[in-house]
């Protein structure tokens, strides 16, 4: 079929966010952020006042959980990260939300969706897979960065140990943990910036067709 599909992997920050946002409007392509369908349980948690860690109410909000209503610029306030982490090693909120996003990426014309587990869980025939890295002080600087922009502050420091912390758990889960698929490109970004990034995205989806 025509249809195109590119799976886009790695840790916090490390730039596979712009890097999907970027593939997808150069192919035509729908994108899910599926970082912000864990994002959107743990926000919907902490409003009811609920805890993070009951599997049973947690894959109630994951069902409950509507795709196409996820709020970006509130879902990636960076405490809600943390909280995301706590909720995606449960493996009925992961289930929930997989059977969700495995919808998104079957309809025509395909799709780019990022997170920790496309290459290897969500899409495994991917047509495309791409493992993004970056230094964790890369990735802290980039976070530092966009946070002072937005015109918040925050602490480098605490940065850095957030996103240490979340490698930790997202690596170390035993359902789905954050690791390259065996046939995914890995790119390194640490001395990259994202059009260079871009462009060489392009060659290896370019190469497939
Ligand atoms: O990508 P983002 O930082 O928004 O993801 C928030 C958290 O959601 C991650 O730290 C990870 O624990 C979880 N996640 C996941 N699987 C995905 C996407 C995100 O476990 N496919």
Same mark, same amino acid.
């Given at each position: 079929?025509?249809?195109?599909?590119?799976?886009?992997?790695?840790?916090?920050? &490390?730039?596979?966010g712009?890097?999907?946002r970027?593939?997808?409007?150069? /192919? !035509?392509?729908?994108h899910?952020d599926?970082g912000l369908? /864990?994002r959107g349980?743990?926000? #919907?948690?902490?409003?009811? !006042?609920?805890?993070?860690?009951?599997?049973?109410?947690?894959?109630?909000?994951?069902?409950?959980?509507?795709?196409?209503a996820l709020d970006r610029a509130v879902l990636s306030e960076? !405490?809600i !990260?943390? #909280?995301?982490?706590?909720?995606?090693?449960?493996?009925?909120?992961?289930?929930?939300?997989?059977?969700?996003?495995?919808?998104?990426? &079957?309809?025509?014309?395909?799709?780019?969706?990022?997170?920790?587990?496309?290459?290897?869980?969500?899409?495994?025939? #991917? %047509?495309?897979?791409? /493992?993004?890295?970056?230094?964790?002080?890369?990735?802290?600087?980039?976070?530092?960065?966009?946070?002072?922009?937005?015109?918040? &502050?925050?602490? /480098?420091?605490?940065?850095?140990?957030?996103?240490?912390?979340?490698?930790?758990?997202?690596?170390?889960?035993?359902?789905?943990?954050?690791?390259?698929?065996? %046939?995914?490109?890995?790119?390194?970004?640490?001395?990259?910036?994202?059009?260079?990034?871009?462009?060489?995205?392009?060659?290896?989806? %370019?190469?497939?067709?």
């Amino acid at each position: 079929s025509g249809k195109l599909t590119i799976a886009i992997d790695g840790p916090a920050a &490390s730039g596979k966010g712009t890097l999907a946002r970027r593939l997808a409007a150069h /192919y !035509g392509l729908r994108h899910l952020d599926t970082g912000l369908t /864990y994002r959107g349980v743990a926000r #919907a948690l902490i409003e009811a !006042g609920q805890p993070l860690d009951d599997e049973a109410i947690a894959e109630r909000a994951a069902r409950a959980l509507d795709l196409g209503a996820l709020d970006r610029a509130v879902l990636s306030e960076h !405490g809600i !990260g943390e #909280a995301a982490s706590k909720v995606a090693v449960m493996p009925n909120v992961r289930r929930a939300l997989v059977d969700k996003q495995r919808a998104f990426a &079957s309809a025509p014309p395909g799709a780019v969706l990022d997170g920790r587990d496309i290459g290897t869980v969500v899409c495994p025939d #991917a %047509d495309v897979k791409l /493992y993004v890295i970056a230094s964790a002080e890369v990735r802290a600087t980039r976070r530092w960065r966009e946070i002072e922009a937005g015109g918040g &502050s925050a602490a /480098y420091t605490e940065i850095l140990a957030d996103i240490e912390r979340r490698d930790a758990r997202d690596m170390g889960r035993a359902d789905s943990p954050l690791r390259p698929a065996d %046939d995914a490109h890995l790119l390194d970004t640490s001395e990259m910036d994202i059009e260079t990034a871009f462009l060489a995205a392009c060659r290896l989806v %370019d190469a497939t067709r």
